[in-house]
């Protein structure tokens, strides 16, 4: 509830649907991608017919991507797509399956987090009146938002990391996601073989909802814009020696280039403890939204909040023993997480 209640505007309710919605399946994010394609201004009813194509699109480029779409063992509407990709079926047999079977249960999940339905809905279930779904006002203005290129590339890195952990195929306590900072990639391994998942800002800018960790100035994912987020280390690389997994997905933030790059940046100075309460409280965001950040962060840091506290504590009291000086950013916008 503190996700929405710090910053109660649309996108920031999509994001919570996308990072912590349940996950049995991936049709959520693939209903969202299909949404974004679909924001028809002049007429907000989309079909199950319209709606099936960029929704079944979506579903089978992950597809050939990763074959594990969900906990089920079997499903036949994925069946259909891994059949299209084989060539075994036409786009217009798949279009007809995807109306018939691809809807049946993620129209009445999309709104629902933590098993409660959420008050804000971006469209309503028109299925037995109209025969599709009806876009809300809220919707067009989450569309409006300068976040929103943003969200679409969230959306995907969050479905490259749920799918990922699915085709692991291994136990909770065994996944974990890595950071390559050279290429800002996060990637996991399997019996000494690399995986690349996908990219670092786009994975964590929707638990930052959108904004510079330190001083909220908004910051983009999108490569060549002149606010593109840095990948920061909250506590500086150069302590290695003294601190370990410094790489850790705990210690990662997106930074705007103003505190991480500017004269009055942060560069190899500790960040002052309300910051360290910041990022306890962002790394919270990371176990609530399950596999497998959540994995991740309880492995590196601690099975409880009481641990991943001290967790934090202890090693921020090593950096600033070590380097001395504290670094507050000028704010730019409200705390927001």
Not at 146 to 161: G, K, P, S, Y
Not at 276 to 285: G, K, S, T
Request: contains cysteine; glycine residues 4%; hydrophobic residues 40%.
């Amino acid at each position: 509830m503190r996700f929405y209640q710090a910053d109660p505007r649309p996108e920031q309710y999509w994001r919570g649907i996308i990072l912590f919605g349940n996950n049995s399946a991936s049709y959520k994010f693939a209903l969202a991608q299909a949404l974004y394609e679909l924001r028809q201004p002049d007429n907000d009813l989309v079909t199950l017919e319209a709606l099936a194509v960029p929704f079944v699109r979506h579903l089978c480029a992950h597809l050939k991507l990763a074959l594990r779409q969900g906990t089920s063992p079997s499903s036949k509407f994925l069946t259909a797509c891994k059949a299209f990709n084989d060539g075994e079926i036409t786009e217009t047999q798949l279009v007809a399956i995807t109306v018939k079977l691809g809807f049946s249960a993620v129209i009445d999940a999309f709104h629902k987090v933590n098993r409660a339905e959420l008050d804000t809905r971006f469209f309503i279930d028109e299925r037995k009146i109209n025969g599709g779904i009806r876009l809300t006002e809220t919707f067009y203005r989450l569309t409006e938002n300068a976040q929103f290129a943003n969200l679409i590339q969230e959306t995907d890195a969050r479905w490259r990391l749920v799918e990922e952990a699915w085709g692991l195929n291994l136990p909770a306590k065994l996944l974990n996601v890595e950071y390559d900072d050279d290429n800002q990639l996060l990637f996991t391994r399997q019996r000494d073989r690399r995986i690349n998942i996908t990219s670092c800002r786009n994975s964590l800018n929707g638990y930052q909802k959108g904004f510079c960790f330190y001083c909220f100035r908004p910051v983009s994912v999108i490569s060549g814009t002149e606010d593109l987020a840095d990948v920061d280390h909250f506590l500086p690389l150069r302590l290695h020696q003294q601190i370990n997994d410094l790489n850790g997905v705990w210690n990662l933030v997106l930074a705007c280039q103003h505190c991480n790059r500017g004269v009055l940046g942060k560069s190899s100075h500790i960040p002052s403890a309300d910051l360290l309460l910041r990022l306890y409280n962002r790394n919270e965001y990371f176990i609530k939204s399950h596999l497998p950040l959540c994995e991740t962060l309880i492995r590196q840091t601690g099975n409880t909040p009481a641990q991943r506290h001290n967790f934090l504590k202890t090693n921020w009291e090593t950096a600033r023993n070590n380097l001395f000086h504290l670094w507050q950013p000028v704010a730019q916008g409200d705390s927001l997480f």
